[in-house]
């Protein structure tokens, strides 16, 4: 079969691999449908993932159809439809049984090893789910394979910014950065905040924002936009999605007295300095939050059945799976906001 491999930075190679085989009776084998690539492949891309293992296929974001299930998976049938959740868990450690499976002992992010635990990810013809029973979870019949794709991370991811930033009625929220998973938390705080400014250095991505009726500005217009907005306080919730250094540092100087920083851009430094007499000063509350697919697949995908959430219409280059060493440069220079890979 065919998957794609890092290899090391900026090295990313089509390879011919072996098809995956049900391993453990908790296994199911997935004929991937679509996968896509996320901002946090770009790091192990350029070598910035601490003990990132070179061979290791990406994608932690894929739709496909059940090809065939171990003895000791329940819920699930080959010809099944599924979408994967980002982070696999065993379900039975305490963090597991009160409900934090992205904390799980044993969890694995797909597509990430050296972080976890080796665990191949889903830009390849075929790819095995340990613990299928909680890793997929079967697409209600007329949610597209585009739109369930996003459940896999990105819009849990959002809607981990909105809830646990703490987004409230009538609330003005800065996102500072308008990749995916930016755009995801524009288009779920727009349900509850009054004002949303989106704040990108790139055209592009402010008018994706924009077209989300978010207040879309380039970063050195952010503080002047968010005063404007708030009678000069600061932004109720920031929330940080772009996973960068700058955007840290501007989520703590446009927050409000009080306000809350939420962070769900991914971040892999060690030596932040963070400024404790502005945070104490402004009693600021900073928060880090991943998505958890697992507790919210059920909720997002009845919201895009519903018609209330239509993801898909931010997928900016459908390519295919051998097209993905262009596709990773074009992400990468941000001419794709979204890329989704369809083996
Ligand atoms: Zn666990």
């Known amino acids: 079969m065919r998957v794609v491999r890092i290899q090391g930075p900026e ?65 699930l049938r080959p010809g099944q439809r599924v979408v994967n959740a980002s982070m696999i868990s065993d379900g039975t450690c305490a963090h597991c049984r009160a409900a934090r499976p ?28 340990p613990n299928a ?24 991811t959002g809607l981990s910014a909105v809830r646990r930033g703490g987004v409230a009625v009538g609330d003005v929220v800065a996102v500072l950065g308008c990749g995916t998973v930016g755009l995801m938390a524009i288009l779920l705080a727009r349900r509850v905040a009054r004002r949303v ?3 990108d250095g790139i055209a592009a991505r402010r008018e994706l924002a924009a077209g989300l009726g978010a207040d879309a500005v380039d970063p ?19 929330i940080e999605s772009a996973g960068a250094k700058p955007a840290l540092d501007a989520a703590f100087a446009l927050a ?6 939420c962070v769900v851009g991914a971040h ?30 059920e909720l997002l995908l009845a919201m895009i059945a519903a018609g209330e959430l239509r993801p898909a219409e931010l997928i900016s280059h459908r390519m295919s799976l051998d097209e993905a060493p262009r596709a990773y440069e074009l992400f990468d220079r941000r001419e794709a906001t979204k890329v989704v890979l369809a083996p």
């Open 133 to 156: 029973d909680r890793s997929l979870w079967p697409i209600p019949d007329g949610v597209a394979d585009d739109d369930a794709v996003f459940v896999a991370d990105m819009l849990p």
């Open 268 to 297: 892999f430094e060690p030596d932040y300095p963070l400024d404790a007499g502005r945070m104490f000063e402004a009693e600021l509350t900073l928060r880090f939050a991943m998505g958890d697919p697992i507790n919210d697949r």
């Open 102 to 129: 992205m904390q799980c002992e044993s969890r694995a992010l797909f597509g990430y090893s050296g972080v976890y635990e080796r665990l191949d990810g889903g830009q390849a013809d075929l790819v095995r789910a």
């Open 220 to 238: 050195d217009s952010a503080p002047a936009a968010v005063a404007d907005a708030t009678g000069g306080l600061g932004a109720d919730v920031v």
């Open 11 to 75: 090295r990313l190679e089509l390879d011919d691999a072996p098809e995956p085989t049900v391993a453990t009776p908790t296994d199911a084998v997935v004929e991937v449908t679509r996968t896509a690539i996320c901002g946090a492949d770009l790091f192990p891309y350029h070598g910035l993932t601490p003990g990132f293992e070179a061979g290791t296929i990406p994608g932690h974001e894929w739709v496909g159809v059940v090809r065939e299930v171990g003895d000791g998976v329940r819920g």
């Open 256 to 261: 409000r007295g009080r306000g809350t920083v």
């Open 197 to 199: 400014i989106a704040v």
